[in-house]
C-alpha cells in the first residue's frame, strides 16, 4: 500500500514538471513570422480606361498567356544561391499569380508604347480577333546575388498565316544595392519593363506602317 502512494506521488510530481517545462517552452518561442506579399507594376500612376471595342484601321495585338518555367509557378519569392541551388523564402511571396501579373505588366506596358497598336490580353472578348498575338515564355526570373535575371524568348505572330514575324531570345541583368527582398523586386519590376521596351521597338517595325 506504501509503495502505491509512493508510485502516485512520484507521476504527479513528473507530471508537474513537464507541464511547467512546456509551459516555459511555450513562453519563450516567438510568435510566427507574418508573410509579406510583392506585386509587379505596369507604371500607371493614374487610372486608365481601357477601350476593347474593335477599332477601324486600329492594329491589333494580343497577348497570350505567359509560359513560365516550372521553378517560378510558385507562390514563394526565389533567389539563386549557387549554379545549381536555389532558395524558397516562405515568408516572402508574390501576391496572386506570377504568370498573370506578368501577363497584365507587360500588356500595360506594351499598351503604353504602342500608341497606334490595340493591345488586349488573353482571353480576349470574342468580339475582338487580333491581326497579332505576342508569345512569351520566360525560363529564368530569380535574385543571384546584387542583380536580378531575366531570360525570356518571345515571338510575334500573324495570326492569319500563322507567320513568325519576329522572334528572340533576350537575357537581362538588372542590379539593386542593399541585400533586402523589396529592392530585389524594384529590380525585377524594372527587368520586366526593359524586355517590353524591347519587344515594343520590334514590335512596332513589324505591325505599324510609317505615317
Same mark, same amino acid.
Given at each position: 500500500? #506504501? ?6 506521488? +512520484? ?6 514538471? *513537464? *507541464? @511547467? ?12 513570422? /507574418? ?9 500607371? *500612376?493614374?487610372? @486608365?480606361?481601357? =477601350? ?5 484601321? &486600329? ?5 497570350? /498567356?505567359? @509560359? !513560365?518555367? #516550372? ?22 511571396? +508574390? $501576391?496572386?499569380? !506570377? ?23 488573353? /482571353? +480576349? ?16 526570373? =530569380?535574385?543571384?546575388? =546584387?542583380? @536580378? &535575371?531575366?531570360?525570356?524568348? +518571345? ?14 531570345? &533576350? *537575357? ?5 544595392? #542593399? #541585400?533586402? %527582398? ?8 524594372? $527587368? &520586366? ?9 520590334? %514590335?512596332?517595325r513589324s505591325v505599324t506602317k510609317p505615317e
Open positions: 500500500m #506504501g509503495n502505491s502512494k509512493l508510485m502516485k506521488h +512520484w507521476f504527479i510530481q513528473n507530471w508537474v514538471a *513537464t *507541464t @511547467v517545462i512546456l509551459a516555459s517552452l511555450a513562453g519563450c518561442a516567438s510568435p510566427s513570422q /507574418p508573410t509579406r506579399f510583392y506585386r509587379l507594376d505596369g507604371g500607371e *500612376t493614374a487610372a @486608365v480606361m481601357v =477601350d476593347l471595342k474593335p477599332r477601324p484601321g &486600329v492594329v491589333q495585338l494580343g497577348v497570350s /498567356p505567359v @509560359v !513560365l518555367a #516550372g521553378y517560378l509557378d510558385r507562390p514563394q519569392i526565389v533567389e539563386r544561391r549557387s549554379r545549381h541551388r536555389l532558395e524558397l523564402y516562405e515568408f516572402d511571396q +508574390w $501576391a496572386g499569380s !506570377l504568370q498573370e501579373n506578368l501577363q497584365s505588366v507587360v500588356s500595360e506596358r506594351l499598351q503604353q508604347q504602342l500608341k497606334r497598336v490595340q493591345v488586349i490580353a488573353y /482571353p +480576349w472578348p470574342q468580339s475582338l480577333n487580333p491581326q497579332f498575338e505576342l508569345n512569351l515564355s520566360i525560363s529564368r526570373f =530569380d535574385r543571384a546575388g =546584387d542583380k @536580378v &535575371v531575366l531570360q525570356a524568348l +518571345w515571338s510575334l505572330v500573324e495570326r492569319r498565316s500563322n507567320q513568325i514575324l519576329e522572334m528572340q531570345k &533576350v *537575357t537581362l541583368q538588372e542590379p539593386f544595392s #542593399g #541585400g533586402d %527582398i523589396e529592392a530585389g523586386i524594384e529590380a525585377a519590376n524594372e $527587368a &520586366v519593363n526593359r524586355l517590353s521596351e524591347n519587344m515594343a521597338s520590334q %514590335i512596332r
